[in-house]
């Protein structure tokens, strides 16, 4: 019995070990490309939702940006957290240059599904809460 119970915890924690580095994987890729403003590589790990497809957050993500004239975008603060068993929670933060000069750091949240034998996918990145999607800065972290 003894034995049967240590397998079975094993294979459990074996299967959340896989799929956190899955989502690691994915979230890595994910930023790494937002970074680099290649949104067509970024939409490859995107699961549509919320009305997005691949194609509306490639034009959206073009739009916002080129408009801000973004560069020199810097990711750091990346974590994971599991909010249930397929779910994760990505969060960043991004520091990027416009022509306006630096911007504030602009905290991130996307959420990441981890299905079985798929892979995991990021859903489009969001701001983290009403204060960053106003002019000033986020307090909340």
């Not at 034009?59 to 940006?65: G, H, I, P």
Request: proline content about 4%; some cysteine.
């Amino acid at each position: 019995m003894l034995v049967l119970g240590g397998g079975v915890g094993t294979t459990v924690w074996w299967q959340r070990h896989q799929a956190a580095q899955a989502v690691q994987a994915v979230a890595t890729r994910y930023t790494k490309a937002f970074a680099q403003r290649d949104y067509a590589k970024m939409a490859k790990v995107v699961t549509p939702t919320q009305g997005y497809t691949a194609k509306t957050l490639i034009a959206r993500n073009q739009a916002v940006f080129a408009r801000l004239g973004a560069s020199h975008i810097n990711i750091s603060r990346l974590t994971t957290t599991r909010q249930s068993a397929r779910v994760y929670r990505l969060r960043f933060t991004a520091r990027m240059r416009t022509v306006l000069g630096q911007l504030p750091a602009q905290h991130y949240l996307a959420t990441i599904s981890a299905p079985r034998a798929t892979g995991a996918y990021a859903g489009p990145p969001s701001y983290c809460c009403r204060r960053c999607s106003a002019s000033r800065p986020c307090s909340s972290r």
